[in-house]
């Protein structure tokens, strides 16, 4: 009975992650489009959520320690509590990201902006797939998609790398627009942050399956 109520409330939590990591991704999403169409009621919603994501993590956090303590876990299922403790706190990290950009948003109201925003949305669309695929990963155990959602991350730090040069040449271009710019080049620089955390997210999980510490943040 023991092993069964363990397991129900482990899968309780697993749920929980899921519905953490649902509303992170929504946040992003949220706050580019805010961004993109100056949408100040959703940049102010992005924010509002951020409460939501804190409690969420916190209640996810209490429920890990009370699981250890009460149902004495083997060593797996603790690696297994221990990595989702992990887990919700990059989620938590990368939510307070996405408040990041939507501040950036309502800071840019009404400003006619320097260039059309292609590549940022871009950005977006890739960390959320990766936010998808690491905690799937989690959830099914697998190295493999592990290391793939991974190899994405290469994708995003092209993508900011070719957005800084951009803005770099039109700030020298006209000083004029550097104030905007440099505000585009933090949104571009949260998203690269949301991809590492989601990267330390894989690294955790392949911990849990192998017992083995990887950096794969280089």
């Given at each position: 009975m023991s092993?069964?109520?363990?397991?129900?409330?482990?899968?309780?939590?697993?749920?929980?992650?899921?519905?953490m990591g649902d509303i992170v991704k929504a946040q992003i999403s949220d706050s580019i489009k805010a961004l993109v169409s100056q949408d100040m009621k959703l940049a102010d919603e992005v924010v509002r959520k951020d409460d939501l994501v804190d409690d969420l993590e916190k209640e996810i956090e209490d429920k890990c320690i009370k699981l250890i303590a009460t149902r004495q876990p083997l060593a797996i299922d603790l690696r297994s509590v221990f990595t989702m403790s992990k887990i919700v706190t990059d989620l938590e990290r990368i939510a307070d990201h996405?408040?990041?950009?939507?501040?950036?948003?309502?800071?840019?109201?009404?400003?006619?902006?320097?260039?059309?925003?292609?590549?940022?949305?871009?950005?977006?669309a890739i960390v959320e797939e990766m936010i998808d695929g690491c905690l799937e990963t989690y959830m099914e155990r697998d190295v493999d998609l592990a290391y793939a959602v991974c190899k994405k991350d290469d994708s995003v730090d092209a993508i900011y790398k070719q957005i800084f040069s951009e803005l770099l040449v039109l700030m020298l271009g006209d000083p004029k627009v550097i104030q905007q710019a440099t505000r585009f080049l933090f949104v571009a620089k949260f998203l690269e942050r949301m991809a590492d955390h989601t990267t330390n997210?894989?690294?955790?999980t392949i911990y849990l399956i192998t017992g083995k510490k990887v950096d794969l943040n280089d």
């Open positions: 092993r069964k109520n363990f397991d129900a409330e482990l899968i309780h939590l697993h749920e929980e992650l899921k519905k996405a408040v990041d950009i939507a501040k950036i948003a309502k800071q840019l109201e009404g400003q006619k902006y320097i260039k059309e925003l292609i590549d940022i949305p871009r950005m977006s997210i894989c690294e955790w």
